[in-house]
């Protein structure tokens, strides 16, 4: 009797799987295209940036220039990412939640960003508050300057990372409905009673979902703002500009030293996400 | 607090919803809204609750004009087909909600709210589940929390919509008896909408059968049942057997029966429990058949007849002893008597 359904059970295992060789060979081929083309170069970036030891790498680090980048980053990010947490959250409650003309269209305008080329959003903001742009006459009359400054590179980053809040949360809410919400407005609660009590705590999770991807983007930038910055050294060098500009000088070691900061912040946001994913699914 | 409806039409683009619809709900009554999906009943108990605007027409409480009234101030209850349990909130939370998003000066205090809720809890047989999340609960328990939120507040109106359409048939059975009960003992103007006849025929002190954006008939369940005003309400109320009228005698039960004369375009309608079977020809008008199936469990034995005569199918519900008395198989002639006959206005269509 036990033979008989352990022979049952092998034989219904056997038929849902591909043979031995099959599987071993696509997970190999799998794993081959990622040691290749993504732990490779991750450990090239330490390897390069530790070559001539621990004292250099250190002094690349803590060189003004290297701090003013890191400070400019972390200002940058600090600025785009709450702004655009607001932006995100208001454009996917107003489109999940209401009824109004008008919603395809702006749909539409939160994809644009994505659907854009960063060095092209760059363009667009020089073309509209540079010196020849259409803007760029009142705003030097009025001693504004945008371009070449760090508010053009704060604005370019919240041009570029705009959907990443909206587009996480909008299929989430969608899926919710509106039922939670007319229930809690049957029972008395008022817009904002709704919002905080109803609404947020079931996206609360895809919210901070989009804030680590969009986190990331904003600190990891480089072609639109690469347009807008001008590259002053210690005034308006992010941290992705300021790798580009000591590798064009050779200096390797410093540059692969600064970049593997920007590494770090992509193995922690894939942490981030990760974890995030496992608390989701419970 | 009883509801005046009137005049109340609603469009969905160029779909008709409501059409002119005019109903009164006496104070303390549980009212049932059936009808097919699409028959507008949902729309009706939403514009009531103030989840949707009507398009013309006004809905009164107790004489009071409503319709401009936002729905937070309507104090209504509702509840939801699918509960709409707020998910990250445990029971107790869900229930106490109502009461906890009050303006300050009108909150009651924490110990207040307690007592409430544990009130409540004790009502819907779960008091000791005040701590779980709605993801922990059963389709039935999670249904009567919806309904313990919605009584929180001590509504003057309860609107549910299909409350038990979720639900498995047992549980189902359970729970509209449930609510019945809990009516008898708080008398909360109760409307509640389902698409189950038995449901509506069972719960409800009145029963408002809907049609196509229109109400058909509105009467107590004996009166919708036993004196349907539409081949609709009659159709949709129960089985039923159409015999095509042939001109002969006033009498309608005998003219509709009778194998001679002219089609008049007039239909007859039977309930299946109103067949008569027997195995030899009785009166003139009896209709010779063949049985072709027999469904013999349940209360209700259910026989279908070919007439043999047109080729039309008869259904026949026997009571559980005449079904054994008579012994019926399979491809056996008998003769079927249809008794009850009601007749509509010709040009009514189904």
Redesign the interface.
Same mark, same amino acid.
């Given at each position: 009797m036990t033979t008989k359904t352990a022979t049952l059970s092998s034989t219904s295992h056997q038929a849902l799987t591909e043979p031995k060789a099959v599987r071993w060979l696509l997970t190999g081929l799998a794993l081959a295209f990622l040691v290749l083309f993504l732990v490779v170069p991750l450990a090239a970036v330490f390897v390069q940036a530790l070559e001539k030891g621990l004292d250099a790498y250190w002094a690349a680090i803590i060189e003004p220039d290297a701090l003013a980048a890191i400070r400019l980053t972390l200002i940058v990010a600090g600025i785009s990412v709450p702004l655009n947490l607001v932006f995100g959250i208001s454009a996917a409650w107003a489109i999940t939640k209401f009824k109004f003309r008008g919603k395809a269209f702006l749909i539409t305008l939160i994809d644009l960003p994505f659907s854009v080329s960063p060095v092209i959003s760059g363009l667009i903001y020089v073309l509209l508050f540079g010196l020849q742009g259409w803007l760029g006459p009142w705003l030097s009359a009025h001693d504004i300057r945008l371009i070449f400054a760090v508010p053009g590179i704060v604005l370019v980053t919240i041009f570029v990372t705009f959907p990443f809040v909206a587009r996480q949360l909008i299929p989430l809410m969608q899926a919710q409905g509106v =039922? =939670?919400e =007319?229930? +809690?407005? /049957?029972?008395? +609660?008022?817009g904002w009673?709704i919002f905080f009590? /109803?609404t947020m705590?079931?996206v609360i999770w895809g919210v901070l979902y989009g804030v680590i991807l969009c986190n990331a983007r904003a600190m990891g930038e480089f072609g639109a703002v690469s347009v807008v910055s001008g590259h002053i050294r210690g005034l308006t060098n992010t941290l992705p500009l300021h790798v580009e500009i000591l590798y064009n000088e050779y200096n390797f070691v410093a540059a692969f030293a600064v970049a593997t900061l920007l590494a770090l912040l992509a193995i922690l946001t894939l942490v981030a996400k990760a974890l995030l994913e496992k608390k989701v699914r419970h | 607090m009883g509801i005046q409806i009137q005049n109340i039409s609603k469009k969905f683009g160029t779909y008709t919803a409501l059409d002119q619809i005019d109903l009164t709900v006496p104070s303390g009554e549980l009212v049932a809204l059936l009808g097919p999906s699409g028959s507008g009943k949902t729309t009706l108990l939403r514009i009531i609750a103030g989840l949707e605007t009507p398009d013309t027409g006004s809905i009164h409480f107790n004489g009071e004009v409503a319709t401009q009234r936002h729905v937070r101030d309507r104090r209504v209850g509702f509840v939801f087909q699918h509960y709409a349990l707020f998910q990250h909130m445990t029971v107790f939370d869900n229930i106490a909600f109502g009461m906890t998003v009050k303006p300050k000066a009108e909150r009651p205090d924490k110990k207040h709210i307690r007592k409430r809720v544990n009130e409540l809890l004790l009502l819907i047989q779960l008091d000791n589940m005040a701590d779980r999340f709605p993801s922990q609960l059963s389709g039935g328990q999670r249904q009567r929390v919806a309904l313990a939120r919605a009584l929180a507040t001590e509504p003057k109106v309860l609107l549910l919509d299909e409350p038990f359409g979720a639900l498995d048939a047992k549980v189902r059975l359970e729970l509209r008896r449930w609510l019945r009960k809990l009516h008898d003992e708080i008398h909360v103007t109760s409307v509640f909408v389902t698409h189950d006849q038995e449901e509506a025929l069972e719960v409800a002190d009145r029963v408002v059968v809907m049609n196509q954006a229109k109400i058909e008939q509105i009467g107590t369940p004996e009166e919708v049942y036993d004196h349907p005003a539409t081949p609709f309400v009659f159709n949709f109320l129960g089985h039923v057997n159409l015999f095509h009228c042939r001109e002969s005698d006033d009498d309608q039960a005998v003219a509709i029966a009778c194998l001679n004369g002219i089609d008049t375009g007039t239909v007859g309608y039977v309930r299946p429990s109103d067949i008569c079977i027997r195995r030899n020809a009785e009166a003139a008008d009896d209709i010779a058949a063949e049985v072709i199936f027999i469904q013999g469990a349940g209360a209700l034995p259910h026989i279908e007849l070919r007439r043999l005569d047109n080729g039309e199918t008869v259904h026949a519900e026997l009571p559980r002893d005449q079904y054994r008395q008579l012994g019926l198989k399979t491809g056996e002639q008998v003769f079927v008597h249809p008794t009850n006959v009601r007749v509509f206005a010709p040009n009514y269509q189904i």
């Open positions: =039922e =939670e =007319e229930a +809690a407005m /049957v029972l008395g +609660a008022s009673q009590r /109803v705590p079931n | -």
